[in-house]
């Protein structure tokens, strides 16, 4: 197992130069002298040529790309052209909101996709089933924004005053105070590693309320990330629903269900012992593909509920044109999404013993 | 004009024997559930696009100011009761008094023209690279595979959103992100389909005849291998058509007054709480259409994949 693991890491390291090398090419390819889009269009030559000996500009390509990759493996993600501020701040801000909204939504596909798509399975054509699947297939036709927004319409204002109103936008109610970890503890000259990872907890408001034990403010964020998640995770669940069904339908005609069935095993045994098991290879493929679906997701879900997440920081760094941003953001995704399609390949070996021999 | 000789060839063969894979396969999809519903919707769709001018009762950005209606009026349509002294709006007003019905109607042209556009593209090149990765093999096959790998490593919106970043917002840099992004999915699709077929005796019949390779890919295996692309092509429509809004509604493709459903969602969705027929009629547009072409996509690939002939 361990040298499966190490096999499919060794495999990636291609699979991340190239994605380096992409989002390299891509601010690259920015057209203009890159010195009048950072200073403006009326930076003197004199600027421009501090400026470009600054930067690097004027050594051949593959240099740059080097001396890229080097600042890279030291944790040195640029700096924001629009505040100045380092890139690896933002990230650290930004990164916890988008990753709590992605798990939950990705929670909320999991679990009540599978569900359906083995109650669908076990009550093959019957009304449920087909009840199912009408839902699954506008549940995949629907737009993520326009979820959002209706989501919003009906739990807001609708049902105001019901006990099923939740708040439409926002990561806290207003007046909600949480204080950083490097404030409460004192560490606010916290330099490098330390620092990212303290911004990094401070910022996920669920987990900074956990540890500062400030349980009001865990359950308001909770609150306000019922509505984003069930708005990302919809287009996923339908998609895993229909994956489930489909597998779940494949594995009951298998001759092991037929045995278990004749050893008089009860059906739920049947269905969720023998037939669900084997049929959870092709399901996990699909959830870690959507991984990346939930991702985009998150970004357009973001803008809908005002959550200062990846997303929203994305659009505004390509509105304002900050393309260390939006670079150190592009690239950040791409590898957490190989990272989590790498989890999925090493789950295949331990859901079916078959693959890690081949 | 070599693809109409080997159509014009696949027609005299369905006169032949009744039971030609095209009759079977056009009859499995007519009685197909998904695939009559799907066609049904963009059968619709597509009719709408052509007689938009006929349909749309104004211009797409037409302001009207009339007595009775104010900015984002809600619909008014006099059948269901609505006082006949008003002016009828089927949809409402927008906030910049256009009518929203006209809008809405104006956009299917457009969606549908980013639909096939974009993934017409995507599958010309896509359909390219794979068919040389898959019948070249070797180092060629292996780079372009290899890129195509990177290129599916980034999820598609957000490939998208940084390619619109370095070409600038509009919607023609849009079209050529979504189209960009999805060309890795058709390449994959084209060279394993290619793999198959470059094995069949009848390659190496024509291989031993002295046909030349590109003659042997192009006119003997590509019209062989281009079934499954189909069924992703479909597929691959809905998506186009989802990314695409979903740029417009950031700010990043279709720029106003363009009646892009996407932007009009976006436009529109700070009056989600006080005119919500503006954020609901487009979005309800995008998802029909959507749903028509993953309805169709479904019922082309259960009619045409051999495994699921039962």
Known sequence: MFRFIVRRLLLLLPVVLGILIVTFVLVRLIPGDPCKVMLGERATEEKCRAFRERFGLNDAIPIQFIRYLSSLLQGDLGTSIKNGRPVADIVAERLPMTMELTLFAMLFAVSFGIALGVLSAAKHNTAIDVGAMVFANIGVSMPVFWLGLMLAYIFALALKDTPFQLPPSGRLAAGTDLPSLLKVWGLEDAQGLQRFVLLLLSNSVLLNSLIQGRFDVFFNALRHLILPSIAVGTISLAIIARMTRGAMLDALTQDYVRVARAKGLIERAVIFKHALRNALVPIVTIIGLQTGGLLSGAVLTETVFSLPGVGTQIVDAIIARDYPVVQAFTLLIAVIFVLVNLVVDVSYAYLDPRIRVS | MQSSAHASAFTAQTRLRDQSPLVRTLRRLAGNRSAQVGALIIGALLLVAIFADVIAPYEYDQQIRQPGLRRRSPPCIHLLGCDPQKPQVLMGLDSNFRDLFSRVVYGARLSLQIGFLTTGAAILIGTLLGAIAGYAGG??????????????????????????????????????????????????????????????????????????????????????????????????????????????????????????????LGEERNSVFNAPHLVFFPGIAIMLTVLGFNLLGDGLRDALDPRRRA
């Open chain 2, 139 to 264: 180092w060629l096959d292996n780079f372009i595979m290899r890129l195509m790998d990177v290129l599916l490593a980034f999820p598609s919106l957000l490939l998208a959103i940084a390619i619109v970043s370095v070409l600038g917002p509009g919607l023609v840099n849009t079209l050529l992100a979504v189209a960009f992004v999805s060309i890795p999915v058709y390449a994959r699709v084209v060279r394993s389909s290619v793999l198959s077929v470059k094995e069949m005796d009848y390659i190496t019949a024509s291989r031993a005849l002295g046909a030349s390779s590109a003659r042997i890919l192009f006119v003997r295996i590509l019209p062989n291998a281009l079934t499954p692309v189909i069924v992703v092509g479909t597929l691959g429509i809905a998506t186009a058509i989802l990314d695409a809004a979903g740029l417009s509604f950031l700010g990043l493709g279709a720029q106003p007054p363009t009646p892009e459903w996407g932007l009009m």
